[in-house]
């Protein structure tokens, strides 16, 4: 169990990368850390690893103030982005690396090195060196070294984002299965969503060194709380568009929609939608988004399709391939579920 | 990735281009470099002189002057000096004091690091007349600025240590150098590799056998041949002690300049030039030994970063 | 938190203790030039500025630091676009043992740069006619200074991504405008380095530069300095401490403009 | 160096000297450039003078001159100290006078007015290879304040170095930190050969080269050596450490002038330049008051060479023609205008030096009682150095000697050692004597 | 218009990186190179641009032969993995660059630039340096740079695979609609499937120097034409499974399928189905892989399904959000659409 109380970091130049955050890990629990680049993942996973000292606030590891103790002595792992194994040892040496310096006995060292490597399948790979390893070998590589000193947490910080999308899938999926194995408490740090989503238990989304939102994947991803995570969730980014309300209705592109409940005209609305909760139809209607189709993308077994509004804004939605109308056709979007947000934060679902 | 750099003519110099680019500096070298040193080497087999007899009529001598030199307690005591002196002004004090201070300074930024950083550059670029000069006043005798720190009126710091002294005097001049180029060899040591060993609760010194030594290898290597050569052939000790008191710091490029310029063996000179050079090829293939390996190791340390 | 607070201090104290170790000898030249009656120790001077209307005084003093700019200036120049220009070659072109080469010329400038190589060089330079020129000192010291700086420019250019120089060919640009517009500018941090360093080299030679000038107009600083003393050898100490702090300010002030502008570190500013 | 000349009847000379203005023997170079070359070419309308200074330390110059005539080049008129004309002329870089200057030269009026011992200076093998500038000669300096409050005369001159012990040994008493000083070992350089060995082997009854050998590890050299151990071996009377440090004789200066020191063998240089109440080195306001001169003298009376009870040893500079010169007559022309009176007398401007010539000096040194006192009484008795090529390696050989004794090796051992490093250097015993 | 004949590209140590490839690429086409790393795609763009000489073949740009000219001299931009864009100009001399190379008088120079600039939303960055760009305006300064000199091909060696994932997805769409507009001819490569899939008009998927096929996104997704293909396609990997066959039917994993044709019983078949391309049900069925539900991941709309069949093989099939059992649950899964490879080489589509 890792525990958070109003962590705050400021850095010497003044830029708050984490800002009063407060949060519980239980566990074995799997938890994802997403966010846009520099809105503070690093700082806060660095922050529990004890490689950076936080300004204010504390950290408990299982009930255990290591606020101030050295990373050497709070039992957690941490696996870097770019892996950082020695490129000067093999990879047993690699994986015995944290055994050494808790002067386990030689013998010892290689045991347990060669036991854990047979569990990620690299026992044919203990004596080469990195150099001589693909990409997806050498991240199990670093991952044996984070498991070969059984801590109570792993800090993971982006190790699949160097990968290329083919066995960034097949690590995926691994890394979920060898982390349910273990039950070890588990921090993962990413910028992608399509990975939190399918690996974590909970997500905590952030935004300039706050959390926005801390939620299961489910959640997160039906009803995120604010236009910024809506915009971050999604394998194809959501339509969010500016809506105006009159007494009777709720003008979005082009497009009249029915009210949720009372709205005030003047609020300053924004209608969120998937691009998968969308139908296509080339026929115009009062409650679909009227345009042309613009460009179309190919996504397998959907095309995504964008459609020019004659109000301005572009609009994405996804049918299932072989619909697609060619570009330059006119066509309307007719949105099946949608979420509504006043001020950036969510209001209703629609 | 980035393609493996230096080996590619990505700038499609070709063989053509690439000797015009080399021929300017290559004609100099050898005009104004090769062609004295080897006259040099060859004044080494005679008994040339500046003046008197030897100087109108000098007599081919062979390797007397080698053996003349290898048999003079004076030159193998200089010799020893030597080896003394470059070993702890350049490899332990230069060497070591430079990577210290670029390890300390690694981590912080602003002012204080710029101060420190400028007083050693400093040091290291002041003219070498004026450098004595400086020396002196710090460790004379009298009314040296260090004997009055230390509260030590009297004492001779040139007389009673002149090894000491020159050693720590090439020290302060010459730790610029490497300072810089460690500096620049630490900025290529991820951070990540530093904080695997710390998070497996490695101390300092392990941190550095174990991540940053192998990976800064091949400039070790190259800083220790560099300074090695320099402090080898390094004369500015001279006007702090004047190779004394009684030979006590008369280092190799001292004893030459005593045979060479104040008793006029031009001949003996050269053959001790040549025997300098000679000493600093067994160290420098003593480095390669040391650090042998290092190729493997640079290639692996290169091509490590895994495939975006 | 003790151990790092602790090493915090002990890193602290280290820079203190560097501090004071590098600026007390400097202390004489802070002190001397001004003290009416300098001494070969540090004293808390008098404080005069007569030495310095002393030592303007002196005919070939403001010159000789012009000569001196003039001839570490012009070997600083041409070793720097020398060695440039052939490290990048030696860089980008396979040549079979070019590093054994390279090293062996770096010994031979070490045989060059002592006093035994004295007769070779002048006897060379009078058949070149180069006696009682910059030029020839110019053309003798940057000899020696180019191996060495051969040596470290090519590790600079080894270390340069070799992507940007071929996007710039792709657009056509030609081997000597890469080298001018993309290698130069990534290695200047480099090349800032070799220029001080070539230059502070020069800025303290003595010997070459005696015996090849012969008008006293066009010795350099260094030279000069060695005539502040007396027919017994004794030193001039107001006209030597004074003419020590003009003779040292122009590099200093090369090198902080090298810092300011290059940032003058190995690598440094190669953004990657 | 040699220029052909401008025009078409014009020609150039150029003179080198170790000499610069603003900086070392400025008085010299300012005399060349503002009186010779302005009055020689008044009288030698198409000739174009050029002055090459140099003002650095005597091998440096020595080294740029050697470089010069060795390629064939250099000035036409050219300063050597008197030490070097044996070696330059081994080498072949300088002819006798007569072979480039014309037999003019043997008709130079200025002959009759050198003497014999300094035309020495010029003199090797028998032959005249340059034109003396001026010679000096070396004393004992002593303080006479010190003296008095030792309870010692204020004029003194001791007859044996038995008297120069136990003046030190007083003045030691009367709490002089360093009672004499006399230089040794080989930061000293040259001046511990010149001010401090020599003199003494002269006393001593030896030359360090005669008659085609040189003085090895015999009698006088251990007396010699042994003299050093009595100052530097333990008695307290000199500073064996300031023998040793690199700034140790302008350190010397220095304590003298501030009072610290006794006795100090010098040549008149620091007479003339080093405590010169005015633009000396190391100042002594109250010079002619506080300080007086004594000749050195023998071991016992009698004892130096020649049988005499004080010796002295001297050196001195000489002009030189370079035998390359293109214009090697109007070079004599110049050479010897630069010695002729009227120069030497605007050479010395007023100041007090000795000169060369005779005439010169019965003119000017009446000014000074101390150069006079050096003219008149320590040239007669004086001795000069060899001037061969191996003389300076001997030298250093000596002060290492020296330096041995002051480390505390006894005369014995140090002279033995001597003898081994002079073997060597010299090709042999059998060019050694004793 | 690119053409490639009999193109070979054998390195020093002896690597093929080309082996013996024909390829034509029509004028504004859309090319992918797509395959797995050390394929040989850059070599082959770099081949092009005359970075690299090839050992055998020609290469003709619009019926020139330029196989011997220098790159310079091609009349083609290239956009580089890590863009290449030099670190000491500001974004206008970046822009500016090839036109300096072509002498054009510096106000024009200028001009041009700030035209370009704009054309991509660049206009504020003109006098940034490259260190003060993120990811996504650097992309867009190397593309600038490239239309500058208005080439008649671009090449782009993976130009997105360094932004965000986020990012990605909007830079994948920009750059579809401005090939678009400028209709010059780009070959373009990558190994993320997914953006070959969303913007080419043609992709050749690439192995071990060889073109294995070269078709349009639809057909390499619907009819891959060996399991290389069929492995590396998709945004989930397809499940490939050995299969048997009987005289009266197929024998994968567990289920007993229709047979599509006469198959010899000694056939090494392979049968290859799209996770999206199942339905999942929890009854048991002859036709379906039985199994038990071993991890779910979250794909947003869907949930990623591994199945552990008793016969060894994992399964994965894709679910819509909601209709995932837990883990451990048996279920069984039905595939709708099928490939049938025999010797690893497409036989049928069922
Ligand atoms: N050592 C540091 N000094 C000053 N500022 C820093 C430092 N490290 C990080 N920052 C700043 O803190 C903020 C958070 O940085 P952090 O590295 O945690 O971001 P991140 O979320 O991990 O981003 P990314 O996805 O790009 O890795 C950024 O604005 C960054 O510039
Ligand atoms: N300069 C070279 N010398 C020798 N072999 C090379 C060289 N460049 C590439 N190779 C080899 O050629 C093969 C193809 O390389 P290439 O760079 O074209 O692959 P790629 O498909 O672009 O891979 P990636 O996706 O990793 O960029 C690889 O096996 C590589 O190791
Ligand atoms: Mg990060
Ligand atoms: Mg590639």
Redesign the interface.
Known sequence: MITLHALTKIF?GGVHALDDIHLTIADGEFFALLGPSGCGKTTLL?TI???ETPTRGTVHIDDRNVTDL?????D???V?????????MDVTANIA??LR??KIPRAERATKAAGVAARLSLTDLLHR???EL??GQ??RVALA?AIA?HPTAFLFDEPLS???ARLRLEARTFLKRLQRELAVTTVFVTHDQAEALALADRIAVMSDGRMIQVATPAEIFHRPATTFVASFIGSTPMNLLPARATPAALHVAGATLPLPGPLHSGDNLTYGVRPEYMTLSPTERPDAFPGVISVLENLGTHTLVTLETPTGPHIQLVVPEGEEPPPGTPASATPRRALLYRDDTLLTTL | ???P???????????G???A??L???T??A???????L???Y??LTD?????????DPQIVGADNYTGALTDPRFLSSLWLTVLYVGGSAVIGQAG?GF??AW??RTR?GP?RR??E??????????????G??????L???????NA?LHTPGF?W??DHPLLSIIVFNV?RGTA?SM??Y???L??V?P??L????????S?P?QLR??VL??IRRHIL?NL??IS?WT??DFTPF?????????RSEIL?VY???V???????GA??A???L??LI??VF?LVYLRLLRGRRR?Q???A?????? | MIRHTV?RLT?TL??AV??A?????????AS?PFDDTP?????IPEFTLRNFAAILDNPYALGSIRNSLIQGGGAAA?VVV??A??A???????VPGRDALL?L?????????????????FE?ATRLDLIDTHLGVV??V???L???A???LK?F???????Y??S??VFGAG?LQ??RHI?VPLVRPGLA?IA??A??SV??G?LFQFILLRDPAKAP??VI??TLYTEGGAPKLDL??TF?LL??LP??AM?LFV?QRYG?????GIKR | GTGGGSGESSVTLTIAANSIEGGKNAESAQWIKQWVIPEFEKSHPNVKVLFQGSGVDD??Y??RI??DL?SRTGADVIDLDGI?V???A????IKPLTEVGGATVEQWEGWAQIPQAVQGLGIFDGKKYGLPQGTDGRVLFYNKTLFQKAGLPATWQPASWRDIIDAGTRLKTAGVPTPIQLNA???MGEATTMQGLLPLLAGAGAEVYTGGKWTGAAQPLKDALGFYQQVYGGSGLGDP?LQ????GRD?SFAQFAEGKIGILAESDYFWRSVIEPQAGVAPMKNRDQAVGYAKIPAKEPGGGIRGQDFVSMSGGAVRVLNPFSKNPRLAWDLLAFMHSAAATKAQLAGQARISARTDVNDEVLTADPMLKYIADEVLPITAYRPG???Y??VS?ALQ?AT??VV?GRSPDQAATAYQSTLEGIVGGAANISG
Chains 1, 5 share one sequence.
């Open positions: 010497p660095r690893a004890g490689l050295p990373p050497g002595q709070r957690v792992a941490m870097f982005q770019d892996y950082a194994i020695f490129p000067h690396y944290p310096i808790k060196r990195p150099a693909s990409g050498q991240q070294r000193c160097n990968l290329d | 990735m980035a393609r750099t230096s080996a590619a003519d990505a700038a499609g110099l070709g063989k281009r690439a000797i680019f080399v300017p500096a290559v100099l070298i005009v104004f470099l090769l062609f004295p040193a006259w040099t080497i004044l080494g040339y002189r500046l003046t008197g007899l030897a100087a109108a004091l210290t201070l300390v300074l930024q204080l101060t420190v400028g007083v050693v550059l400093l040091a290291w670029i002041l003219p070498s007349t004026v450098v000069f400086l020396w002196f006043a710090l004379d005798r009298d009314d040296g600025t260090l720190l001779a040139l007389l302060w150098f810089m180029l500096s620049a060899a900025e290529n991820p990540s590799h904080e695997t060993a710390r998070l497996a609760g490695a300092v392990q174990d991540v192998p990976l190259t041949l560099l050569l080898f052939n006007v702090l002690t004047g190779g004394g008191p009684e030979g490029p030459v300049y005593r060479a310029l104040r008793d006029g063996q031009l000179g050269a001790i030039s040549f300098i050079l600093n090829l420098a190791q290639k692996t340390a091509t490590a970063t895994p495939p975006a | 090493g890193a280290f820079i560097v501090l170790f590098f600026t007390l000898p400097m202390l004489w030249l001397a001494a070969i120790t540090t004293t041409l020398l060695a220009l052939a990048y070659a030696l860089s980008r072109v396979r090293y010329l770096l010994l031979l400038s070490s045989v060059v740069t002592g006093t035994a190589a004295m007769v070779p060089i060379l053309l003798v940057s000899g020696g180019l191996p060495a051969i040596f470290i590790d250019m080894d270390d340069t991504p070799t992507s120089e071929e710039a060919r081997p890469i080298l290698v380095t001080v360093w230059l502070a800025w303290g003595f600083g260094s300095l060695y030597i401490a020590s003779y040292s590099v200093v090198y810092s003058f570190r190995f690598h440094g | 091998e440096q020595k080294t050697a470089l060795k070097w044996g070696e330059f081994q080498a072949g870089y070992g080989t930061a450490k040793q440090e690199a700034k350190k061969v090529a191996v300076s390696q250093t290492e330096a041995a480390a």
